[in-house]
């Protein structure tokens, strides 16, 4: 069974409930287990045996949040380990113009440093979910959409 783990840090519950969101669609998709995880309760042990990773955090500042890139920061231990897993990113910001796209970058970044291969989306929101403040219907969908397009992709790779 392929495994994918969503990892988030969440300050007032946005993030959280896009994390929710993307688990949703991810568990549509038929032979991939989904597990969640807050940041900090995740194992960096965790990573090399999940074939996607998705991660999540608030934006500050037009990054990803302290504890996200901790977690980050220590993955340097299974460099070339995650190479050819499915990675994809979400966000929650306080505004529009407020660092979202830089968010995601800097998530899909370090994925692409590690070689993961990057699910992106041709038709909106390009680099991953994003949403300003609490998140709304349509962007609860695009979280869903992100999570099942993640999922059939680390199906396919599987």
Same mark, same amino acid.
Not at 59 to 81: C, E, N, P, R
Not at 115 to 144: F, T, W
């Given at each position: #069974?392929?495994?994918?783990?969503?990892?988030? /840090?969440?300050?007032?519950?946005?993030?959280?409930?896009?994390?929710?969101?993307?688990?949703?669609?991810?568990?549509?998709?038929?032979?991939?287990?989904?597990?969640?995880?807050?940041?900090?309760?995740?194992?960096?042990?965790?990573?090399?045996?999940?074939?996607?990773?998705?991660?999540?955090?608030?934006?500050?500042?037009?990054?990803?949040?302290?504890?996200?890139?901790?977690?980050?920061?220590?993955?340097?231990?299974?460099?070339?380990?995650?190479?050819?897993?499915?990675?994809?990113?979400?966000?929650?910001?306080?505004?529009?113009?407020?660092?979202?796209?830089?968010? +995601?970058?800097?998530? +899909?970044?370090?994925? +692409?440093?590690?070689? #993961?291969?990057?699910?992106?989306?041709?038709? /909106?929101?390009?680099?991953?979910?994003?949403?300003?403040?609490?998140?709304?219907? /349509?962007?609860?969908?695009?979280? #869903? /959409?992100?999570?099942?397009?993640?999922?059939?992709?680390? +199906?396919?790779?599987?």
């Amino acid at each position: #069974m392929a495994k994918v783990l969503i990892v988030y /840090d969440s300050k007032t519950g946005h993030t959280e409930k896009m994390a929710l969101a993307v688990a949703e669609g991810a568990r549509q998709v038929n032979g991939v287990e989904v597990e969640v995880k807050k940041v900090n309760q995740t194992n960096i042990e965790d990573l090399p045996n999940v074939d996607g990773i998705i991660l999540g955090s608030p934006t500050y500042y037009g990054q990803m949040s302290a504890k996200l890139k901790k977690l980050i920061d220590k993955s340097v231990k299974f460099h070339g380990k995650l190479e050819g897993k499915v990675g994809a990113a979400f966000t929650s910001s306080g505004g529009t113009a407020s660092g979202a796209e830089t968010t +995601l970058l800097s998530m +899909l970044q370090a994925l +692409l440093v590690h070689g #993961m291969i990057v699910q992106g989306r041709a038709s /909106d929101k390009h680099y991953g979910a994003a949403a300003v403040g609490a998140p709304s219907k /349509d962007d609860l969908k695009s979280c #869903m /959409d992100l999570g099942k397009k993640v999922a059939s992709l680390v +199906l396919k790779l599987k």
